[in-house]
């Protein structure tokens, strides 16, 4: 017997668990865990808590593969899942963080790169909350990409020396800060 599993996610994302190898239900209730991937754009816990009260009540262990305020998507800068994790965190809810900026996530490339010298690695991303901080917390070289997030996450900062001086006024600051990245 499969366990079941509510999968809280946008439009399109949803196919990524149409698979006969996942049991999925259509509500919360029935399910033995959830996996939370993704929410509508502008949507917070708020449109959440009918399946938030209940993972509380059934204390189903919630997956998700980011924690991040903000994400990326075809539309540009949207909310990310922050503030679902944020409220279901209050409620005591276990939730498995599967993304940066976890240690295993990095370790798992590492393990990849064999015995390079992680003075040769650098991390890149827009978001300080995670990309940042994950290769912070390994003692990496990071760079903050001011194109994605990154602004976003000062939304008074408009300009690349205001959103300097903003990094400089946090504990938490990126090796480099780049306007841009272009392969």
């Given at each position: 017997d499969r366990s079941?599993?509510?999968?809280?996610a946008d439009?399109?994302d949803?196919?990524l668990?149409?698979?006969?190898?996942i049991?999925?239900?259509?509500?919360c209730h029935?399910?033995d865990y959830v996996?939370?991937?993704?929410?509508?754009?502008?949507?917070?816990?708020?449109?959440?808590?009918?399946?938030?009260?209940v993972a509380?009540?059934?204390?189903?262990?919630?997956i998700?593969?980011?924690a991040d305020?903000?994400?990326?998507?075809t539309?540009?800068?949207?909310?990310?899942l922050?503030?679902?994790?944020s409220?279901?965190?209050?409620?005591e809810?276990?939730?498995a963080?599967?993304g940066k900026?976890e240690?295993f996530?990095?370790?798992s490339?590492?393990?990849i790169l064999?015995d390079?010298?992680?003075?040769?690695?650098l991390?890149?991303?827009?978001?300080i909350?995670?990309?940042?901080?994950?290769?912070?917390?390994?003692g990496?070289?990071?760079a903050l990409?001011a194109t994605?997030?990154?602004?976003?996450?000062?939304?008074a900062?408009?300009?690349?020396?205001?959103l300097?001086a903003?990094?400089?006024e946090i504990?938490?600051?990126?090796t480099?800060?780049?306007d841009?990245l272009?392969?």
């Amino acid at each position: 017997d499969r366990s079941r599993c509510f999968v809280v996610a946008d439009g399109r994302d949803a196919s990524l668990f149409e698979s006969e190898s996942i049991n999925q239900v259509a509500s919360c209730h029935e399910a033995d865990y959830v996996i939370l991937l993704s929410i509508a754009p502008g949507e917070t816990a708020v449109e959440h808590s009918e399946w938030i009260e209940v993972a509380a009540e059934k204390h189903l262990p919630v997956i998700c593969p980011s924690a991040d305020l903000l994400s990326v998507s075809t539309r540009g800068v949207v909310s990310g899942l922050s503030s679902v994790v944020s409220d279901l965190a209050s409620k005591e809810v276990r939730v498995a963080n599967i993304g940066k900026p976890e240690k295993f996530v990095y370790d798992s490339s590492f393990e990849i790169l064999g015995d390079a010298d992680r003075s040769r690695i650098l991390a890149i991303g827009d978001q300080i909350g995670s990309d940042v901080l994950g290769a912070s917390r390994l003692g990496i070289d990071s760079a903050l990409v001011a194109t994605g997030a990154a602004f976003s996450t000062f939304p008074a900062v408009t300009t690349m020396d205001e959103l300097l001086a903003r990094l400089n006024e946090i504990e938490l600051r990126p090796t480099w800060l780049l306007d841009s990245l272009c392969w």
